[in-house]
């Protein structure tokens, strides 16, 4: 446990009040979360061959077509604060606020900066149909290529 002077940098995010629950949410995955794969397969199935978590880009998209430019985010509900699913967590609320806000904020730089390097970013929810998903990528893959 860090001594009470001595508090690591929080590079602009929220200080946590538990370290528990700081350990036990590093540990949570970051990529390949069931939605994602499920849109992978049907973009595959459909002959689309694109690169995954591609970390030279800003905020190292989910899928990237390197072609068309089009950098495609699979966003969770909770993470990203979802208008339909999100929910706010009892404890430590206000903290879990300023976390959803900046990850909010981090994804408006991060398309900002893919934009300006002249691509296109796309989010969807985790929730979102996968074919309908796949439909829209497909099409405009299909116009940029």
């Given at each position: 446990?860090e001594?009470?002077g001595?508090?690591r940098?929080?590079?602009?995010?929220?200080?946590?009040?538990?370290?528990?629950v700081?350990?036990?949410?590093k540990?949570?995955?970051?990529?390949g979360s069931?939605p994602?794969?499920?849109?992978?397969?049907?973009?595959?199935?459909?002959?689309l061959?694109?690169?995954?978590?591609?970390?030279g880009?800003?905020g190292s998209p989910?899928i990237?077509?390197?072609?068309?430019?089009?950098?495609?985010?699979?966003?969770?509900?909770?993470?990203?604060?979802?208008?339909?699913?999100a929910?706010?967590?009892?404890?430590n609320?206000r903290w879990w606020e300023?976390?959803?806000?900046?990850?909010?904020e981090?994804?408006r730089r991060?398309?900002?900066?893919?934009?300006?390097?002249?691509?296109?970013?796309?989010?969807?929810w985790?929730?979102?149909?996968t074919?309908?998903?796949a439909d829209?990528?497909?099409?405009?893959?299909?116009?940029?290529?």
């Amino acid at each position: 446990m860090e001594s009470p002077g001595k508090r690591r940098p929080n590079h602009g995010r929220p200080l946590p009040l538990n370290e528990t629950v700081t350990r036990q949410m590093k540990k949570m995955p970051r990529r390949g979360s069931g939605p994602e794969l499920s849109l992978r397969r049907e973009l595959f199935r459909r002959g689309l061959r694109f690169r995954v978590n591609v970390g030279g880009l800003p905020g190292s998209p989910d899928i990237v077509f390197t072609a068309a430019r089009i950098a495609v985010f699979v966003d969770g509900c909770f993470w990203h604060g979802c208008p339909i699913h999100a929910t706010s967590p009892k404890n430590n609320r206000r903290w879990w606020e300023e976390k959803i806000a900046a990850n909010r904020e981090r994804d408006r730089r991060k398309d900002l900066e893919l934009e300006r390097l002249g691509w296109t970013s796309l989010h969807y929810w985790e929730h979102d149909d996968t074919e309908e998903i796949a439909d829209e990528i497909e099409w405009l893959w299909r116009q940029l290529r």
